[in-house]
């Protein structure tokens, strides 16, 4: 089968020939029908050799979507021909976090050597993907495998940063957005969908800003050094009671400090390397700042109804897998505006 593997560090990722996958006991066989990009690939491309966690070569895509092709012995509870979208940050599937559905939380993963696929494992950027355990399946009931293979990551994430807020996004608050690319603009709809917040997102690029004007935000901001200064003047000097950061970078985390009010939530989504201080005279009082990831198997599915129910939807732009490098090098470049959706059987 074709697949797109990152093979050599600090080169572009191949589309390359492997054998095809077979499912052994417990595992379940996927034909993919759609795999999405996403920016923390670029993230583990740019790792240096000293330290690289994973073995190369490795097939990229941890959003993936497929068709259930063949059971390994012993497997239950789906059926060859399902539709299904699969739920990426696998865990050990018996610790106190994953008895909660909460396996992008597990205890045990990494002293098992358990990765979701694309980041340490054989991923969906190819014909065939090979899946662990029923467990990480969701059915589609539905949903276009286009449309619904980022929900997996570029929906999960925020819709998991989002609910913990939700309790501070009460009427004539305001929640913020950095970054209205891949996550953010779907930030933006849950946010819109979930509470009666006024949604502000921030952007460098004014094609982001007109998407995220698109898809509901109240306000735009450039971001750039008076973004702070705008956002305030937007909130009568008060400040956001929820900050979302979908970018990381150290600009972007001293933005998102800056525009929180008094006992307001950062949630720092983005892997950008920035980092924000806390501590008393750091930030206004009893501010809380954490960096989630991913989502539960349970808001997966919560998610996937969101979509169904016409409250959430992504931008896409499709490439085939021969073209899925061009793909990474348009996301790379910041010409993507919303999800880039490589259709490995297409």
């Known amino acids: 089968m074709k697949a797109l593997q990152y093979r050599t560090i600090g080169a572009p990722p191949e589309v390359v020939t492997v054998p095809d996958p077979e499912p052994g006991p417990g595992q379940v066989l996927l034909e993919v029908t759609a795999a999405g990009v996403c920016h923390s690939d670029i993230a583990v491309m740019g790792w240096p050799a000293e330290g690289f966690p ?8 941890h959003e993936g979507v497929g068709t259930v092709a063949a059971l390994g012995a012993g497997v239950t509870g789906v059926r060859e021909g399902d539709a299904v979208a699969v739920y990426g940050p696998w865990g050990c599937g018996t610790c106190a976090k994953c008895a909660e559905g909460k396996e992008n939380y597990c205890l045990r993963a990494e002293a098992l050597g358990i990765h979701p696929p694309g980041l340490g494992r054989p991923g969906s950027m190819a014909e065939y993907l090979l899946v662990d355990d029923p467990r990480h399946l969701v059915p589609l009931d539905g949903l276009d495998p286009v ?21 501070a996004l009460v009427p004539g608050s305001t929640a913020v957005v950095i970054g209205a690319g891949g996550l953010g603009h779907v930030a933006i ?8 917040a006024r949604v502000v997102a921030l952007d460098v ?5 007109r998407l995220a004007r698109e898809v509901g935000a109240h306000e735009t901001v450039l971001s750039d050094a008076s973004a702070a200064g705008a956002v305030r ?16 970078a150290e600009p972007t985390v001293r933005t998102a400090g800056a525009v929180a009010a008094v006992e ?33 198997r349970g808001e997966l599915i919560e998610v996937l109804a969101l979509a169904r129910a016409g409250a959430v939807s992504v931008h896409t732009e499709t490439f085939s897998l ?15 505006n919303g999800r880039a959706v490589i259709l490995p059987n297409g």
Not at 189 to 196: C, G, H
Not at 233 to 248: S, Y
């Open 54 to 61: 994973y073995e190369l070569p490795l097939t990229l895509g």
């Open 322 to 336: 021969d073209d899925a490098p061009l793909a990474y090098e348009r996301l790379h470049a910041g010409a993507v």
């Open 147 to 167: 449309a619904a293979v980022p929900l997996t990551d570029a929906g999960l994430t925020p819709y998991h940063a989002i609910k913990r807020a939700l309790p």
């Open 264 to 296: 307001g939530e950062v949630a720092i989504v983005g892997i950008g390397g920035g980092a924000l201080p806390v501590g008393f005279g750091h930030l206004p009082f009893e501010v809380s700042v954490h960096a989630p990831y991913w989502g539960s």
């Open 233 to 248: 003047e937007l909130t009568g000097g008060l400040g956001a009671q929820a900050v979302f950061d979908f970018v990381g």
């Open 205 to 209: 690029s004014e094609d982001k800003l």
């Open 189 to 196: 709809q849950l946010l819109r969908a979930l509470s009666p």
